[in-house]
């Protein structure tokens, strides 16, 4: 459990800590627009679009979203076809990580793509989702 917890800690701190480096995929490509309902207005929320082999790490793009009217949302622009993954989280205390309780359980919510319920770190092929030429518009529940 506590090899678990430290993984989660550290993968999420190390999402958090470099969601803000934006960087262009491609010059050309697609559109993927994200919303996420939360209830809470506190703090932000970070989003962070990965491949397979920069999930749960350095995203390839990262961005942040404003709480208005219960919404957060981003839209991810110039995105090549392929196969993707997004890392969501609601930053509280807008402090730009993670916080995690004494046990190590996370303090701040978190989702995925594809909506699946973990006990543990997310996994790449429950969040993987294939991106064409066709813009693309998802909802991640935290």
């Given at each position: 459990m506590k090899t678990i917890l430290l993984t989660i800690t550290l993968a999420l701190t190390t999402f958090l800590l470099n969601a803000q480096t934006s960087t262009?995929?491609?010059s050309k490509g697609t559109s993927i627009t994200v919303t996420v309902p939360i209830k809470s207005t506190s703090g932000k929320v970070?989003?962070?679009l990965h491949d397979e082999t920069t999930f749960m790490k350095q995203p390839l793009v990262g961005l942040s979203s404003e709480i208005k009217d219960g919404m957060a949302n981003v839209t991810f622009t110039n995105?090549?076809?392929g196969n993707y993954g997004i890392i969501v989280l609601h930053d509280k205390n807008d402090n730009k990580r993670m916080d995690f309780e004494p046990n190590g359980m996370p303090k701040e919510a978190?989702?995925?793509s594809n909506n699946i319920m973990i006990m543990g770190p997310p996994q790449w092929s429950d969040a993987k989702f294939e991106v064409t030429n066709t813009p693309?518009?998802?909802e991640i529940r935290l």
């Open positions: 262009e995929i491609t970070i989003f962070g995105v090549s076809p978190f989702g995925v693309i518009e998802m």
